[in-house]
């Protein structure tokens, strides 16, 4: 199954990166497991499935002398089991890999690889990428992800993690603080807070951390924050329970006549 999955989802990524102008080379070995690589000009998408963690990573790096520098960034992450998954579910990981880079974002990345970028614009940690993350140490979020799509076309970022995702962490957190998964989901809230965009970084604190309303909870995650996560949370607790007006739209300026028709005259 290990290798009729990796095929599997190694053809979906190539159908997709085709349409933009990618190469697949041969697959090769490496320590971690096996890797599918494709090339352009540019930029480097790989799939690695690691066998020791039993998961799938999709991995993007910049070109060098028309070879992948190697220094891998993460896009998504999904858990892979060969002896308890089935190859629709393989399929699911294939497809969610082809959406992530088929969306315009992903395109923009692929055509911006040339230019210099500061990190809060090389992010490639996104909603979708925490909850894929997650997935690993609740393994139950993986169907609730698939359920999520096909009833909504789309995960809804922060109404996900409202419905499925904090009362997991908090539970977590409350009953087995002393464990290796609770230990990770606290370097996974730290890494993707660091890493994320702006989308993912307000579900952390303004959805997922304000959410919770067990102090015990609360105080366990927060004695593993990372300095960063722990100061931006320490300003969201003022918002937690209220409602965040939309900004105002601004009001458009008045033209007279004459001005109207002059306007119109120059498009």
């Not at 041969?26 to 000009?41: C, K, M």
Request: proline share 3%; aromatic share 8%.
């Amino acid at each position: 199954m290990e290798q009729k999955a990796f095929d599997l989802i190694a053809e979906k990524v190539r159908s997709t990166l085709l349409e933009q102008g990618f190469e697949k080379r041969e697959d090769v070995q490496e320590e971690q497991g096996r890797v599918a690589i494709y090339t352009s000009e540019n930029a480097a998408y790989s799939v690695l499935y690691e066998t020791q963690t039993k998961q799938f990573h999709l991995r993007a790096c910049e070109m060098k002398e028309d070879e992948p520098d190697k220094e891998w960034k993460t896009i998504s992450t999904w858990a892979f089991d060969p002896e308890t998954d089935s190859a629709a579910y393989a399929s699911g990981i294939g497809e969610d890999f082809s959406e992530t880079l088929g969306g315009s974002t992903r395109k923009e990345l692929v055509r911006q690889q040339k230019k210099k970028k500061k990190k809060d614009d090389d992010s490639t940690s996104d909603p979708q990428f925490f909850y894929n993350r997650l997935a690993v140490i609740f393994p139950e979020l993986k169907a609730e992800i698939v359920q999520e799509r096909a009833t909504y076309g789309d995960v809804r970022n922060a109404t996900f993690a409202k419905e499925h995702v904090i009362e997991k962490v908090e539970q977590l957190a409350v009953n087995y603080s002393n464990t290796e998964p609770f230990k990770k989901l606290c370097g996974i809230l730290n890494d993707v807070y660091e890493n994320g965009d702006m989308d993912v970084r307000s579900i952390i604190t303004m959805v997922l951390l304000n959410g919770i309303e067990n102090p015990k909870a609360l105080q366990n995650l927060s004695e593993h924050f990372s300095p960063d996560l722990a100061r931006v949370y320490n300003k969201a607790k003022d918002f937690k329970g209220k409602k965040v007006k939309p900004e105002k739209k601004k009001k458009k300026p008045k033209y007279s006549e004459d001005m109207l028709k002059t306007l119109n005259d120059m498009k």
